[in-house]
């Protein structure tokens, strides 16, 4: 059986650190048109929104948005409504970032608060505990 000939390097793993970087840059300048606008939108009034990460597109042209909206109990609205107004916020995202694209945004929950708030709760659970008590006196033995 004939093996597949491989041109150029093989497929990094993780983002690039030009993604990286194209995504931090995206996410301070989002940060400021979210904490300076004033949306007449009635899910988005009020709310204070964390943007946690961006993960751009080997191309990037494409923007994943992940938020986290203050408090955490309403976000399906919010992400909707930061969707629904995705156009506008590309819009003057273009104007405060130097890229040649401006990337088109798509906005995210951010689940990594939630499976935290998930562990710590089964880390107190009294059977994990004594599991671990269990396994910290087996190292001290050692």
Same mark, same amino acid.
């Given at each position: ?10 497929? @990094?793993? $993780? ?9 931090? !840059?995206? =996410? *301070? +300048?989002?940060?400021?048109?979210? %904490? ?32 986290? @909206?203050? $408090? ?9 409504? !930061?969707? =629904? *107004? +995705?156009?506008?916020?590309?819009? %003057? ?32 659970? @009294? ?16």
């Amino acid at each position: 059986m004939k093996r597949p000939i491989s041109r150029g390097r093989p497929a @990094p793993a $993780g983002p690039t650190q030009r993604q990286l970087r194209a995504g931090e !840059l995206v =996410r *301070h +300048a989002l940060v400021e048109i979210l %904490r300076e606008e004033d949306f007449a939108d009635p899910d988005l009034e009020g709310v204070s929104v964390t943007v946690t990460q961006i993960r751009m597109s080997p191309d990037l042209r494409h923007a994943n948005c992940f938020i986290e @909206p203050l $408090g955490g109990g309403h976000a399906p609205q919010v992400v909707k409504a !930061l969707n =629904r *107004h +995705a156009k506008f916020l590309r819009g %003057r995202l273009g104007r405060m970032i130097d890229m040649k694209f401006t990337p088109d945004l798509k906005f995210l929950h951010d689940e990594s608060f939630d499976e935290a708030t998930r562990l710590m709760r089964l880390f107190d659970d @009294p059977r994990v505990r004594q599991d671990l008590e269990a396994r910290d006196d087996e190292d001290g033995d050692a």
